[in-house]
């Protein structure tokens, strides 16, 4: 190993650890995709689907209404595409309907909309303008409005939340031109004065979302370092900045492959000076802060990929029925109808997801962070590849705008401008990458927190008790996993049970891999990505079927929509299909081979292939 590969694998254990620190360790609600990769699928979490009251579904529609007829008179999405501006009179309608304070409870002035109202509000706009859909989750998921309701003080809130009814934008600034997945890595700093009653904070944040026109922001900083057992810990504090302090430098406006209405761009911080009291949560406490922020904040991108998957779903059925080729619409040919069932599948499975998690989000009484971070990852996934196929299926006037579309007499639906758009989904509020490491941590968390005691210095006497302990435990969970089990999903339609019964099995074998593969690799099983994003991909897959399920009955008993259960049931099959791909490939696979001959690019010995191209 040379020299600079010890310093690269210090830097990794440096930031492996630093991000350990900072996870949620409490687990004070049961998570029901915990259970999925130890084997246990508890039905009861998930079933019945959880429905909105008649009231809540009632406000929910009139400001979905109310905002649709608004946004369809006075916005063109595609004057906003071209022009890189969403005009100050929209700016001053969207805050007359509060659009800036829908999470904001009504104590402060705002709408106290749910998460799941608010959700459908940004469903709807992620249909129809993304530009606009993302200054508005940037605001309310991230920005100030969602941390501070949390875990604001009564004195933040009641200075700051009323601001939001008003119109005011905020935005949320983490990433650095040098810091991005890795937070460790922050520079900006914030030096606390003499009095110690400010801090002065100095660095650049980049790709600020709002950035530019924000009243308020949360800024994340550096603050002192603190020892903890013995060592010396970099700490990363969250401050409430307001934009006019003097030292706020805009320094320039990104451009981006799409979403050209946001107001995005790089500040630069100067001696800006900032009272100790707008610290949210506590000094050194930020990155926490933001991790937890993000498991409801997350939920807005499912949401919005839905709802960019079913406008899809509407262009692809009325191109396929109306465009004619060789002597018949183009959805009667199998290659595009194989497109169409899949699409309509997997739109509906990001349904079942959002609305499920959405609800737990406001129902508080589960664990969500696994599932937050699986609707994020599959929705945003999933949403991209539906556009790509829905531009596939447009053919040529897929990839023209709608303006020239229109201005040749077409029907002027926007699918280039959504593909632009929806792409960024996969790495804003944590890559796809991140997310699978995530859900990895969160899913080993049980098995981890036993071999701990294991992994730690101590006594042979101390670890043998551990081994011991361990021992006992795993000696009767792991043959439980081996018998068979088919209980539980009393009242479900015969053909959606079939597949219930399928996640049961399928988590015990989930569970009994995970296992298998922590006695194989044991601490070294965290830098094995190969091997945990399969691990990862079959309980996403899971939880897809189970949500998929649950969803399709409440729509059969509630709303007698028979072929819902048509849709879960084709939906299912693909995900068996994956599951079943990634079972085989955790048993076999090459990817020591690819990962060698990625080693060997990366050392440029193929950068002959790289010829006759201009660089
Ligand atoms: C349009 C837009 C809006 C944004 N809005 C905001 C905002 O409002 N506030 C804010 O603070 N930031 C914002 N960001 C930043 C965004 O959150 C980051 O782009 C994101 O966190 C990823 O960081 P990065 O781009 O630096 O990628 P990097 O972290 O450099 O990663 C590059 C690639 O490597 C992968 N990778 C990195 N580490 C690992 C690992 N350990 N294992 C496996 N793969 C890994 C990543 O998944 C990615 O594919 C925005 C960015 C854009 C483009």
């Known amino acids: 190993m040379s020299m600079f590969d010890k310093n690269i694998g210090q830097e990794k254990k440096a930031s492996l650890e630093f ?13 029901f995709s915990l259970g999925l990769y130890h084997g246990k699928v508890d039905w009861k979490l998930i079933h019945p689907y959880p429905r909105q009251s008649e009231e809540e579904k009632k406000i929910g529609d ?3 209404n109310k905002f649709r007829t608004y946004l369809k008179e006075n916005l063109d999405p595609d004057e906003v595409d071209r022009t890189g501006i969403i005009p100050d009179e929209v700016m001053k309608g969207l805050a007359k309907f509060g659009a800036f304070a829908m999470k904001v409870p ?30 508005l989750s940037a605001h309310q998921s991230i920005g100030v409005p969602q941390p501070l309701k949390d875990f604001g003080t009564e004195e933040q809130k009641k200075k700051y939340l009323p601001l939001f009814a008003k119109g005011v934008v905020s935005a949320f600034a983490l990433t650095e031109p040098t810091v991005g997945s890795d937070p460790r890595q922050m520079t900006t700093t914030a030096t606390p004065t003499e009095d110690g009653e400010h801090f002065l904070i100095n660095g650049e944040k980049l790709w600020c979302t709002n950035g530019l026109i924000a009243g308020v922001m949360v800024v994340m900083a550096v603050t002192p370092p603190k020892i903890v057992k013995g060592k010396e810990r970099k700490q990363i504090t969250a401050f409430i900045v307001e934009a006019d302090t003097p030292g706020i430098e805009l320094v320039h406006r990104c451009q981006f492959l799409g979403l050209h209405g946001i107001q995005n761009g790089l500040i630069r911080f100067k001696d800006v000076k900032v009272p100790r009291k707008n610290i949210i949560l506590q000094e050194g406490e930020g990155l926490r802060l933001a991790l937890t922020t993000l498991n409801t904040g997350r939920l807005t991108l499912p949401a919005a990929s839905v709802g960019i998957a079913k406008w899809c779903l509407h262009v692809v059925r ?45 129902d508080k009484q589960k664990d969500i962070r696994l599932e937050a971070a699986i609707s994020k990852y599959f929705c945003t996934h999933h949403s991209w590849w539906i556009v790509d196929e829905t531009l596939q299926i447009r053919g040529g006037q897929g990839y023209e705008n709608a303006e020239s579309l229109k201005a040749r007499g077409q029907h002027p639906w926007p699918v280039e401008r959504a593909l632009r758009d929806v792409r960024i989904n996969l790495i804003i509020e944590g890559t796809s990458e991140i997310m699978h490491l995530f859900i990895a941590r969160e899913a080993l968390d049980p098995h981890l927190g036993r071999m701990k005691p294991l992994l730690m210095k101590g006594s042979i006497g101390f670890k043998l008790m551990a081994a011991l302990k361990m021992a006992a435990y795993y000696a009767t969970w792991y043959p439980s996993l081996l018998l068979p089990r088919y209980s539980g999903f009393s009242g479900l339609h015969p053909s959606l049970k079939k597949h219930m019964h399928f996640t049961q099995m399928a988590s015990r074998r989930l569970a009994r891999l995970v296992f298998h593969q922590m006695m194989m690799h044991q601490k070294k099983l965290e830098a094995k990505q190969a091997v945990l994003n399969r691990i990862v991909q079959i309980g996403v897959d899971l939880f897809s079927i189970t949500a998929t399920c649950s969803y399709a009955q409440s729509l059969l008993d ?26 085989r490939g955790s048993a076999k696979n090459f990817d020591k081979q690819i990962l060698s001959l990625s080693k060997d690019v990366l050392a440029k010995e193929y950068e002959w292939m790289e010829n006759e191209i201009v660089k």
């Open 62 to 64: 009139e400001y979905i």
């Open 19 to 31: 991000a350990e620190d900072q996870r949620e360790a409490e687990w004070k609600h049961p998570s």
């Open 558 to 583: 509630n709303d007698q929509k028979s072929n819902a259960v048509q849709l879960a049931d084709l939906y299912c099959q693909y995900a068996k299909e994956r599951i079943d791909q990634n079972f």
């Open 106 to 135: 009504k104590e402060y002035g705002g709408l106290g909309l749910s998460q799941v109202n608010y959700n459908r509000i940004m469903h709807m706009i992620s249909s129809y303008c993304g530009s606009t859909a993302v200054l």
């Open 318 to 362: 009325e191109w396929s029925t109306e465009r004619e080729q060789w002597g018949g619409p183009i959805g009667e040919h199998e290659a595009v109808g194989l497109k169409i069932g899949n699409i309509a599948a997997h739109t509906f499975a990001m349904d079942a997801m959002t609305w499920l998690v959405s609800a737990m989000a406001d």
